[in-house]
């Protein structure tokens, strides 16, 4: 990424992405919010600024798992990798992501919306009414986050290998 990258913001998408990920391994680790996040953030902190970011992504995952409370889900986990998977793969419920730009780059910093934690609450509650209700597309069984190489500068953030896998 560019220099001028710094100063901005993830994309919506991708701040979505990470406020999900940071839900899952909160379910499954035994770390709290506030490591998890600066983990994450840690690992963007070349590609975006972590202005706010930290305080954002805390406030995202009261929000997500105060909603979360509200419904009842089998799987967790599983709703939280499809979302992942959803906002990879499509911009809203009926159009599809275009990954590969003619111009410009879709993981370029963009400036910081002020209701970013808003909506991806919003989003994400959206999504999960629609899947309930069939309207949505869930993630693939055979989907695997290394399949996303167009945005591998993301995912190989977010789904680091494990110290004995990396090369």
């Known amino acids: 990424m560019s220099a001028q990258s710094k100063?901005?913001?993830?994309p919506q998408f991708v701040?979505?992405?990470?406020?999900?990920?940071?839900?899952?391994?909160?379910?499954?680790?035994?770390?709290?919010?506030?490591?998890?996040?600066?983990?994450?953030?840690?690992?963007?902190?070349?590609?975006?600024?972590?202005d706010a970011l930290v305080t954002d992504?805390?406030?995202?995952?009261?929000?997500l798992f105060g909603f979360l409370q509200t419904v009842e889900i089998d799987d967790v986990d599983l709703l939280l990798i499809s979302y992942i998977w959803f906002v990879t793969n499509y911009e809203s419920l009926r159009v599809e992501r275009k990954?590969?730009?003619?111009?410009?780059?879709?993981?370029?910093g963009k400036p910081r919306l002020l209701a970013r934690v808003y909506t991806m609450t919003t989003n994400f509650r959206t999504y999960t009414m629609s899947v309930a209700q069939g309207h949505a597309p869930f993630r693939p069984d055979s989907w695997k986050p290394e399949d996303e190489v167009e945005?591998?500068?993301?995912?190989?953030?977010l789904?680091?290998?494990?110290?004995?896998?990396k090369k």
């Open 7 to 10: 100063d901005n913001c993830p």
């Open 15 to 50: 701040f979505e992405m990470m406020v999900s990920q940071a839900a899952r391994r909160f379910l499954v680790e035994e770390n709290s919010a506030e490591d998890i996040v600066a983990e994450i953030v840690g690992a963007f902190e070349d590609l975006y600024s972590n």
């Open 57 to 63: 992504m805390i406030d995202g995952l009261e929000r």
């Open 99 to 108: 990954k590969k730009q003619l111009f410009g780059n879709p993981l370029k």
């Open 151 to 157: 945005f591998e500068a993301v995912f190989s953030r």
């Open 159 to 165: 789904f680091p290998k494990p110290p004995e896998e």
